[in-house]
């Protein structure tokens, strides 16, 4: 089992910054990769970013379009934590943000969620 918990959320007017956190624990042994996902009400979760790490290969960033140049995904493998800085918020980027195990694209390839955590952005 792998628990996932986030946190960091709030409420920025545009263009401010959050910085999300996702603490993982569990079988951590088990873990190479985490990813970001959102959620708007009335609209489907949907991918943000990702990062994957390994021995060989080192870590990987990956980021959905419409957040590229804006946030950024990175670990602290000491700590156990995911972090998503998100820089130049803007309204739309309003829902509850969701760490996920292992990185995907499609929430039904996710063993595991976090509870979310809520960020809204005022105009």
């Known amino acids: 089992q792998v628990q996932l918990v986030e946190s960091g959320g709030g409420l920025v007017q545009a263009g401010g910054s959050l910085r999300l956190s996702c603490a993982f624990s569990g079988r951590t042994s088990s873990i190479y990769s985490i990813g970001w996902f959102c959620q708007a009400p009335g609209k489907e979760r949907e991918f943000v970013a990702g990062?994957?790490?390994?021995?060989?290969?080192?870590?990987?960033?990956y980021y959905a379009d419409f957040v590229k140049g804006r946030f950024t995904i990175s670990r602290d493998s000491a700590k156990g934590e995911v972090y998503l800085r998100m820089d130049a918020l803007r309204p739309e980027d309003t829902a509850v943000y969701y760490c996920?195990?292992?990185?995907?694209?499609?929430?039904?390839?996710?063993?595991?969620w976090g509870q979310g955590t809520q960020v809204t952005v005022s105009s």
């Open positions: 996920a195990v292992p990185f995907a694209t499609i929430p039904t390839q996710i063993d595991y």
């Open positions: 990062i994957s790490w390994n021995s060989w290969s080192g870590t990987t960033a």
